[in-house]
């Protein structure tokens, strides 16, 4: 891994991600400029703060707000500037926010050391030094914050959809898999703390990050994109005490050789090698997805679900096939059904009609209903053997309607175990998949999808079950 | 592997898939009834040919349509009876269906081998072989066929969409799996040719079906959910017929020691070792499906995209992140990125701006538009040593509209190399993926999901030039 000297020390990325006040260098009246597009959103998304539009060629105003030709002609606080200028004219603009006492800077132009510009990339890290003053990028799409409506990426509304407010903080080395995420995320049952696409890390990287996230008590989970460390032993460190508080999922793109040099043209990271990553990934607590649909997948999870460091989960269904699929994923993944016990087995005799077979994986029938499932799941519920539970509602099926979605969120809500659903459909099942991931519960697709989330929840677990000793 | 002695050898399913007529044994005016479901979807689908209601305690009519105590009454031919009767009472009809001279049926009454009544499992065997009556199921749904408009699902159609006609056959040992995967594939860009769920298999078999499929015209792909085979040498045997034609797609359930003994309770049966299993399947050309995902993902490479051998394929993408994903999910399937050839790199740095990185994968940049786009593919179709293509497009990029969507549309339509694309989003993104699904280029949400779907095209390429040699 390759190592940079550090220009500053203990960052502090409050006033970029929470600013109170923003300057747009390079805001413009037209359309297609990326200057504009951020100052679009901005107003779309109603930030409360001052926006202050900076143009070279400003006149009196950009999209109807006072506009200065210069930062240092602003002469109130700035906490945050978007810089959104060609590569060439960064330094000078950084500059002058170092002169205006700027507290931190996004720098989303593209033009740096990713297309061999290390010259202009080392003039920005000089400035950022010499005047303390902080940024994120450059080459990125920067910072959305749902809470404090700071939102520096330069994609219209109209093509990502915004997520809610939540605990999930998404951090991106790249930009396009940072927004194309971000729009599936828009989707899911769970909401946003804190996007964070940092580009190039010029001088704010995933260390400074991750020691933002490990204190802040808006982030539950971290979600991290990565495709290159720059200080390892510092990343390290840092990752053990984020791990020893709260989850981080990780995916690492660059694995394969040709990966990794596409990696390295990308954002100029040295990409190491995957196997050697992912041992010590695994070793300090962090959760490793190896495909883009893990992130959502294990973010929800941890998001909804209490710990739980048990691999015996319960499965009951409504469809027979689901249920075979789901017992084969739980063993591929390090679980298992549980014994019940005769207790168990005498009380579901008792409340289940004669043709469920009291077994497990269970299956409750095409025709079970909202009642038929709490009945099972209150007395699994009291059954000791029983760590965990996957819940499959085939929604295709005659006894499945709202009151078993409904039956399903309730149940699932404030458990001391973890519950996961499947549901695999289209229009009447998505619908009623909303109505469970409104009340909390993950909801995944497949059974595989499901028992892979359930694993990592329960190897985070034990991690830090371990680590607490 | 279990083996029974076969009691209608040669079986043609043809009356079964594709009746002229049908009873609807155990209709009903009773809404909650399997059988008023059933009528209603033939009434709702708009079944052609005459239907027959069929009910001991008929009156006139059932849902206004002339209605019989006994089969015996029609009196004018019926093709296909389907039987939703309580399963002590399934003997007795399916008696009086042999004595009409009905030409085959469909049970999809539960109650049978599944729940330990092998005993009236094997009276249907006899009645079926004296009359020489081919039978689907019991325990099952039974078929769909949108051309014919045969539609014996007792699922609402408010609660599952219907795909649209194509050359996907699917086939589902489990009911569940069969319908919501069915309702997974009306939200995709291909179609299907025929729906058969075959629950306990007493009478027609995987064998049987896959015999009638291997020379269906319509069918251009099979789709396959399996949890064990009771004949295995034949089982094989017409495996290896059927893919020396077109390609087989298998998930294979009941893996583990647990999924094999659900597996048995479910659809009663013998689960044979998995490792085993995929070990011969993919000797015999059979696509094997490790996720229920990928019964989907495959079925629309193999419906849409030529046979390709070549498994160097170019990456163009405007999302420098999902080029390295994409490259490392590549090589982790067996894949490999080209060696452009000099005259294409020439070309392409003629024709690119020169922010663009002429090299695998290639980063045209976020705001590559459908020019950009079409010039680069131009460019390397024409070069012999890119053998397919992944083009990844994100649409919450600036320069990706609904125009890219069509170029992509159109440079995929008719190619001899396969095109497979990448999409990743939500609202905005799934408008333009169906523009592209439309002109029948499959789409998928990860590049992991494109790269495993591209692998198994490439496998199934080779499998078929080589057992043709």
Same mark, same amino acid.
């Given at each position: 891994m390759a190592r940079k000297t550090k220009s500053i020390s203990g960052v502090d990325l409050t006033q970029i991600i929470k600013p109170r006040s923003v300057a747009v260098i390079g805001a413009s009246e037209k359309e297609e400029k990326v200057g504009h597009v951020i100052m679009q959103n901005y107003l779309d998304v109603g930030f409360q703060g001052p926006i202050y539009p900076i143009n070279i060629k400003a006149q009196e105003k950009i999209m109807g707000i006072q506009a200065y030709k210069s930062i240092l002609d602003v002469k109130k606080p700035v906490d945050l500037a978007v810089i959104a200028v060609p590569a060439e004219a960064v330094p000078h603009v950084l500059e002058q926010c170092g002169k205006a006492k700027v507290k931190g800077a996004v720098i989303v132009s593209g033009g740096f050391e990713e297309v061999g510009r290390k010259d202009l990339q080392d003039a920005i890290k000089t400035i950022s030094k010499k005047y303390r003053l902080p940024f994120i990028g450059p080459n990125c799409l920067?910072?959305?914050?749902?809470?404090?409506?700071?939102?520096?990426?330069?994609?219209?509304?109209?093509?990502?959809?915004?997520?809610?407010?939540?605990?999930?903080?998404?951090?991106?080395?790249?930009?396009?898999?940072?927004?194309?995420?971000?729009?599936?995320?828009?989707?899911?049952?769970?909401?946003?703390?804190?996007?964070?696409?940092?580009?190039?890390?010029?001088?704010?990287?995933?260390?400074?990050?991750?020691n933002y996230l490990a204190d802040d008590p808006e982030t539950r989970v971290i979600v991290f994109y990565l495709e290159g460390v720059q200080r390892g032993k510092e990343f390290i460190e840092v990752v053990k005490k984020v791990t020893g508080k709260k989850p981080i999922v990780i995916l690492k793109g660059g694995e394969t050789p040709s990966g990794v040099s596409a990696a390295h043209s990308h954002t100029a990271a040295l990409a190491g090698s995957y196997e050697a990553y992912?041992?010590?990934?695994?070793?300090?607590?962090?959760?490793?997805?190896?495909?883009?649909?893990?992130?959502?997948?294990?973010?929800?999870?941890?998001?909804?679900?209490?710990?739980?460091?048990?691999?015996? &989960?319960?499965? #009951?269904?409504?469809?027979?096939?689901? !249920?075979?699929? @789901?017992?084969?994923?739980? =063993?591929?993944?390090? $679980?298992?059904?549980?014994?019940?016990?005769?207790?168990?087995?005498?009380?579901?005799?008792?409340?289940?009609?004669? &043709?469920?077979? #009291?077994?497990?994986?269970?299956?409750? !029938?095409?025709? @079970?209903?909202?009642?038929? =499932?709490?009945?099972? $799941?209150?007395?699994?519920?009291?059954?000791?053997?029983?760590?965990?539970?996957?819940?499959?509602?085939?929604?295709?099926?005659?006894?499945?309607?709202e009151s078993l979605a409904s039956a399903i969120a309730k149940f699932a809500t404030g458990r001391k175990k973890p519950v996961v659903a499947v549901s695999t459909g289209s229009t009447y099942t998505r619908s009623h998949v909303s109505i469970m991931e409104a009340s909390g519960i993950p909801v995944y697709e497949s059974p595989t999808a499901a028992a892979k989330s359930l694993s990592a929840l329960i190897e985070y677990s034990r991690y830090k079950e371990e680590s607490a000793k």
């Open positions: 920067g910072i959305m914050d749902p809470r404090s409506r700071n939102d520096t990426l330069f994609l219209p509304t109209s093509k990502i959809d915004r997520p809610k407010i939540g605990g999930v903080s998404f951090v991106s080395q790249s930009g396009s898999v940072g927004s194309s995420t971000l729009d599936l995320i828009s989707g899911e049952g769970f909401g946003l703390a804190h996007f964070i696409s940092y580009g190039n890390a010029a001088v704010v990287d995933e260390v400074d990050i991750l992912k041992a010590v990934f695994r070793q300090f607590g962090l959760t490793v997805a190896e495909e883009l649909e893990e992130l959502l997948y294990y973010a929800k999870v941890f998001e909804t679900q209490p710990l739980s460091t048990g691999n015996r &989960i319960a499965i #009951i269904t409504n469809g027979g096939g689901h !249920g075979v699929i @789901a017992t084969d994923a739980l =063993y591929r993944n390090g $679980l298992m059904l549980p014994n019940l016990s005769r207790e168990t087995e005498k009380s579901l005799r008792k409340a289940m009609p004669k &043709i469920v077979n #009291i077994a497990m994986p269970m299956d409750l !029938g095409g025709e @079970a209903d909202a009642k038929r =499932y709490q009945a099972a $799941l209150e007395i699994l519920e009291n059954d000791p053997n029983v760590d965990g539970f996957m819940v499959i509602t085939l929604f295709q099926t005659p006894g499945a309607d």
